[in-house]
């Protein structure tokens, strides 16, 4: 059984900064990429970024570069968004996710990952 499991959200002011982690368990587990979506009330779930570990090829959606980081250490299962500079309009359900097994160009189709945490919210006050 695979668990991705996401921790660090919260309630934070415009302008400040979280950190989300998600660590993955199970004995059959490996991805070649991990990444983290996003969900707004209302909206469908989008893309924010993600980590290919073969060459570290990181991905990036436009509203978050120069404000998100994504980092993470493949050989514990482990992926971290570093957010700074946040907005409200970053307010959503934040989903860890792995993929098993990487197709060119498919990182930012949520239907390509294999698994999903269960997400974390993350709140930003104006």
């Known amino acids: 059984q695979v668990q991705l499991v996401e921790s660090g959200g919260g309630l934070v002011q415009a302008g400040g900064s979280l950190t989300l982690s998600c660590a993955a368990s199970?004995?059959?587990?490996?991805?070649?990429?991990m990444g983290w979506f996003r969900q707004a009330p209302g909206k469908e779930r989008e893309f924010v970024a993600a980590?290919?570990?073969?060459?570290?090829?990181?991905y990036y959606t436009g509203s978050v570069k120069g404000r998100f980081t994504i980092s993470g250490d493949n050989a514990k299962n482990t992926v971290y968004l570093q957010m700074n500079s946040l907005k409200p309009e970053d307010t959503a359900v934040y989903y860890c996710?792995?993929?098993?097994?990487?197709?060119?160009?498919?990182?930012?189709?949520?239907?390509?990952?294999?698994?999903w945490g269960q997400g974390t919210q993350v709140t930003v006050s104006s």
């Open positions: 996710a792995a993929l098993a097994k990487y197709n060119f160009g498919t990182y930012f189709r949520s239907e390509a990952y294999d698994y």
């Open positions: 980590i290919r570990w073969s060459g570290t090829r990181i």
């Open positions: 199970g004995r059959t587990f490996s991805s070649e990429v």
